[in-house]
C-alpha cells in the first residue's frame, strides 16, 4: 500500500516536444506529491510538488496534473530541452505519517536535439 | 533556500575498514534526516531515519551493526559503514525535511576493494 509505482521506465524526446511521466499510488493517506530530478552522480532534486486540495500546479516549463480520485499524478515537462536529460522521480509521502518519502521507480529522460 | 552538505562526494576504502559519511544542514536545523542508498539506474531505498538526539529507526533488512547513525547535534547526521565489504559499495544519499519539503545532499559514491 505503500507503492508508488511510476510509467515509463525510459523517454526519449525530441528537442521542443512535451516529455509526459506518470505515477500511480494506491494509499489514499499521502498528501504531498513531489517530483525530483536526478543527474548522473548527484542528489536528487526538488523540481515541483503538489498536494491534493489542487488539481495542477504550474511551474515554468514544468507542470503536475493530479487526480486525485485516480490516485494519479504526472509530470509534464514543456519544450523539452538537451538540458532537461536526466532521471525523473515522482514521490509521495504523508505529513505526520513518520515524514517518509515512497519514490516511484524513475524515468530515464533523455532529449534528443 | 535550504541546503544539505554531504561529504565526503567519493570514497574508496579497503575490505574491512569503517568508513564516516557526513550530513550537514547548513541553514536550518534538522531533527530529523534521513539516508538512502542507490543502486545504478535503481530507485533510492530508505535505510534509516535519523532523530537529534535519540536512536535512528531502521528500515526492514537493513543491518543496524553494519551501518551505524548517529545524530547528535540538530545539523549533523552520520552514517558509517562499518567492517565494509564490497558489496557495501554504492551511492549514499541524506536527506532532510525542510518545512514541507525534503532537500537532499549530493550523494556519497562508495567502492569497497
Known amino acids: 500500500q505503500q507503492q508508488v509505482k511510476q510509467s515509463p521506465q525510459s523517454l526519449i524526446v525530441q528537442k521542443g516536444g512535451i516529455s509526459i511521466i506518470n505515477c500511480a499510488y494506491e494509499?489514499?493517506?499521502?498528501?504531498?506529491f513531489p517530483w525530483y530530478q536526478q543527474f548522473p552522480g548527484k542528489g536528487p532534486a526538488l523540481l515541483i510538488a503538489?498536494?491534493?486540495?489542487?488539481s495542477e500546479k504550474k511551474e515554468g516549463r514544468f507542470t503536475i496534473s493530479f487526480n486525485k480520485s485516480a490516485k494519479q499524478f504526472s509530470l509534464h515537462i514543456m519544450d523539452s530541452q538537451p538540458g532537461d536529460s536526466a532521471t525523473y522521480f515522482c514521490?509521495?509521502?504523508?505529513?505526520?505519517?513518520?515524514?517518509?518519502?515512497?519514490f516511484g521507480t524513475g524515468t530515464q529522460l533523455k532529449v534528443e536535439l | 533556500g535550504a541546503v544539505v552538505s554531504q561529504h565526503p562526494s567519493r570514497v574508496i576504502c579497503k575490505s574491512g575498514t569503517s568508513v564516516k559519511i557526513e550530513c550537514r544542514s547548513l541553514d536550518f536545523q534538522a531533527t530529523t534526516m534521513f539516508w538512502y542508498r542507490q543502486f545504478p539506474k535503481q530507485s533510492l531505498m530508505l535505510m534509516a531515519t535519523s532523530n537529534e538526539g535519540s536512536k535512528a529507526t531502521y528500515e526492514q533488512g537493513v543491518e543496524k551493526d553494519k551501518f551505524l547513525i548517529n545524530h547528535a547535534s540538530l545539523t549533523l547526521s552520520t552514517l558509517t559503514v562499518t567492517s565494509a565489504h564490497p558489496e557495501d559499495s554504492s551511492f549514499y544519499i541524506c536527506?532532510?525535511?525542510?518545512?514541507?519539503?525534503?532537500?537532499f545532499g549530493s550523494g556519497t559514491r562508495l567502492t569497497v576493494v
Open positions: 536527506s532532510a525535511r525542510w518545512g514541507q519539503s525534503y532537500t
Open positions: 514521490a509521495a509521502s504523508i505529513t505526520g505519517g513518520g515524514n517518509k518519502l515512497t
Open positions: 494509499n489514499t493517506a499521502f498528501d504531498y
Open positions: 503538489i498536494r491534493p486540495d489542487v
